[in-house]
């Protein structure tokens, strides 16, 4: 059972991924064929808003590994089935941390600083530069 919610919640990740990458590209797209130049600076939230949910499935996923590696290491008698974090919720960084690591920090910051490049790219067009 702990096993299919860490697969679950490592889908997620990564389907979240590929959406950030989906919309912040279409909002380029959008900018890029003159309706409008401001759609570049709304890729700023959705990218920014799937960092933070990445972070916290990636939170999520540690905590059940942690859980899991908790119950594989009990007697089958103590087993008791519960999906409750809290007893492990200690040996995992809080997810504070976990919003820079750098699995997330690698794949986050370069779609922000995809932006920040189209960002400028775009105002010195829009100047004449």
């Not at 960092?51 to 999520?60: G, P, T, V």
């Amino acid at each position: 059972m702990i096993q299919g919610v860490i697969n679950r919640l490592s889908q997620n990740s990564f389907l979240l991924k590929g959406w950030c990458v989906i919309l912040v590209s279409a909002l380029f797209a959008l900018s890029a064929s003159n309706t409008s130049i401001h759609f570049v600076y709304l890729a700023y939230f959705p990218s920014i808003a799937f960092w933070i949910l990445d972070a916290f499935y990636l939170w999520q996923e540690r905590l059940f590994r942690a859980l899991y590696d908790h119950v594989r290491k009990m007697d089958e008698d103590e087993i008791d089935f519960s999906m409750n974090t809290s007893i492990v919720k200690h040996q995992v960084k809080p997810w504070s941390e976990i919003i820079f690591s750098t699995t997330l920090l690698i794949f986050h910051a370069t779609i922000l600083i995809s932006i920040m490049a189209v960002t400028l790219i775009a105002l010195s067009i829009t100047r004449g530069d």
